[in-house]
């Protein structure tokens, strides 16, 4: 027997493709944290924390690391860092800069232990947004990672060639929760390995979230049994 056009689907399958779309539905970008502030650079405190590789490597100084905490409150697809670069002593522009480097920690000894990270870790092109018009330079450093719920830490490292092009490193910012770090486990510097600041560090990490299966299924089971009573009234 032919199936009627308007026949109403049976109530198992409404459920099913109640949860596969909205399992199937876009996640919206998102700002996981953000210590830049706005495009005008009104948020910076005016300093900087080094980070860099030098190139090429010099049993004077070890390469060291600015870097900054964040939570996540749920699991996400991190997609982007952004930071503002800045620079001193002889520093006289990006175009000397030879790679940026985008690390996550699990927690501070793995930062004091070697600068590359053990949650993540990857090379990246840099993106000039020329809406910034603050100190410096807003950079965005494209990533793939997926993280879990919790706290990390956050460090981008340039390799630059040292003393051509000076000093880089991350400006601070007056937004936060006013705790920052240096890092250098190669352990020449009066701080190594790891000294601690109240600064905060201009980051921002962008993604998006991933709704847990559990949630997801209850948003489509509240949804159906909506759909039940608007049908016995």
């Given at each position: 027997?032919?199936?009627?056009?308007?026949?109403?689907?049976?109530?198992?399958?409404?459920?099913?493709?109640?949860?596969?779309?909205?399992?199937?539905?876009?996640a919206?970008?998102?700002?996981?944290?953000?210590n830049?502030?706005?495009?005008?650079?009104?948020?910076l405190?005016?300093?900087?924390?080094?980070?860099?590789?030098?190139?090429?490597?010099?049993?004077?100084?070890?390469?060291?690391?600015?870097?900054?905490?964040?939570?996540?409150?749920t699991?996400?697809?991190?997609?982007?860092?952004?930071?503002v670069?800045?620079?001193?002593?002889?520093?006289?522009?990006p175009?000397?800069?030879?790679?940026?480097?985008?690390?996550?920690?699990?927690?501070?000894?793995?930062?004091?232990?070697?600068?590359?990270?053990?949650?993540?870790?990857?090379?990246?092109?840099p993106?000039?947004?020329?809406?910034?018009?603050?100190?410096?330079?807003?950079?965005?450093?494209?990533?793939?990672?997926?993280?879990?719920?919790?706290?990390?830490?956050?460090?981008?490292?340039?390799?630059?060639?040292?003393?051509d092009?000076?000093?880089v490193?991350?400006?601070?910012s007056?937004?936060?929760?006013?705790?920052?770090?240096?890092?250098?486990?190669?352990?020449?510097?009066?701080?190594?390995?790891?000294?601690?600041?109240?600064?905060?560090?201009?980051y921002?990490?962008?993604?998006?979230?991933?709704?847990?299966?559990?949630s997801?299924?209850?948003?489509?089971?509240?949804?159906?049994?909506?759909?039940?009573?608007?049908?016995?009234?």
């Open positions: 027997m032919p199936r009627r056009e308007n026949a109403p689907v049976p109530r198992p399958r409404l459920l099913i493709l109640t949860c596969c779309l909205f399992l199937a539905s876009p919206a970008a998102e700002t996981f944290f953000d830049i502030g706005p495009d005008n650079g009104s948020g405190a005016g300093n900087m924390v080094g980070s860099m590789r030098f190139v090429p490597e010099s049993p004077l100084a070890s390469d060291l690391a600015a870097v900054d905490n964040f939570t996540l409150n699991t996400a697809d991190l997609e982007a860092v952004e930071f670069l800045a620079g001193s002593y002889f520093y006289s522009g175009e000397s800069i030879e790679a940026y480097e985008v690390n996550i920690y699990s927690d501070l000894s793995a930062a004091s232990e070697s600068l590359i990270g053990d949650v993540h870790s990857s090379m990246a092109a993106q000039i947004i020329e809406s910034w018009t603050g100190e410096g330079l807003l950079i965005r450093l494209e990533i793939d990672a997926t993280l879990a719920a919790g706290g990390y830490f956050l460090s981008v490292i340039m390799s630059n060639p040292y003393p092009n000076g000093w490193g991350v400006a601070t007056t937004l936060g929760d006013d705790s920052a770090w240096a890092a250098s486990p190669g352990g020449n510097y009066v701080f190594a390995p790891l000294i601690s600041t109240s600064d905060n560090l201009a921002r990490l962008t993604g998006a979230s991933i709704p847990e299966p559990a997801a299924m209850l948003v489509g089971v509240a949804g159906l049994l909506g759909l039940r009573r608007r049908r016995r009234r």
